[in-house]
T-cell receptor, first 111, second 112 residues
Framework: GEDVEQSLFLSVREGDSSVINCTYTDSSSTYLYWYKQEPGAGLQLLTYIFSNMDMKQDQRLTVLLNKKDKHLSLRIADTQTGDSAIYFCAGAGDQGGKLIFGQGTELSVKP | DADVTQTPRNRITKTGKRIMLECSQTKGHDRMYWYRQDPGLGLRLIYYSFDVKDINKGEISDGYSVSRQAQAKFSLSLESAIPNQTALYFC???????????FGPGTRLTVL
């Protein structure tokens, strides 16, 4: 089945770019997703990318997909303290409708 | 009003007690999910339902059961709670394609 891996922590300075990385095993995932979890809250869908795309940009967010290496990244430009949260990547499992989540990357933004 | 609500938001109970966590949604989605979150493990799927008559086990269904009372309601039960079921529980609703999911605020359950 699908396995999704992320590094657990990332610390950046306010104003810098953040890059959160994710690797996955199931190359048949049609979509790959990024979710954000703020303290004490549920997960919020940030963006997703269709598997036949290499890149998707949405305001300060850029998603890069390298299908050959099964690597997904989320770049946040001009990172703000409000971006401090846990970020999860997710892919569809071997049956449609089931998302497999990575462990989450805790992003800490220092002023 | 929130689109996906969960009750209770916090619960402390004792080993062996039966617990029900409830989820309601106003998004009109057919698909509903229950996840549990543990530190460092991400979210793991407990049960999911694609419509009122469809219930499926997820990755970690042992010790849990669910009921889909209506399109808008999906309940999770712990028949006999044990301490390692202490976790944050999330309900989600979803669409088919893309498989986007919308999460409730979570229920923090502590089993003593």
């Amino acid at each position: 089945g699908e396995d999704v891996e992320q590094s657990l922590f990332l610390s950046v300075r306010e104003g810098d770019s953040s890059v959160i990385n994710c690797t996955y095993t199931d190359s048949s995932s049609t979509y790959l997703y990024w979710y954000k979890q703020e303290p004490g809250a549920g997960l919020q869908l940030l963006t997703y990318i269709f598997s036949n795309m290499d890149m998707k940009q949405d305001q300060r967010l850029t998603v890069l997909l390298n299908k050959k290496d099964k690597h997904l990244s989320l770049r946040i430009a001009d990172t703000q303290t409000g971006d401090s949260a846990i970020y999860f990547c997710a892919g569809a499992g071997d049956q449609g409708g089931k998302l497999i989540f990575g462990q989450g990357t805790e992003l800490s933004v220092k002023p | 009003d929130a689109d996906v609500t969960q009750t209770p938001r916090n619960r402390i109970t004792k080993t062996g007690k039966r617990i029900m966590l409830e989820c309601s949604q106003t998004k009109g989605h057919d698909r509903m999910y229950w996840y549990r979150q543990d530190p460092g493990l991400g979210l793991r799927l407990i049960y999911y339902s694609f419509d009122v008559k469809d219930i499926n086990k997820g990755e970690i269904s042992d010790g849990y059961s669910v009921s889909r009372q209506a399109q808008a309601k999906f309940s999770l039960s712990l028949e006999s709670a044990i301490p390692n079921q202490t976790a944050l529980y999330f309900c989600a609703t979803g669409l088919a394609m893309p498989d986007t999911q919308y999460f409730g605020p979570g229920t923090r359950l502590t089993v003593l």
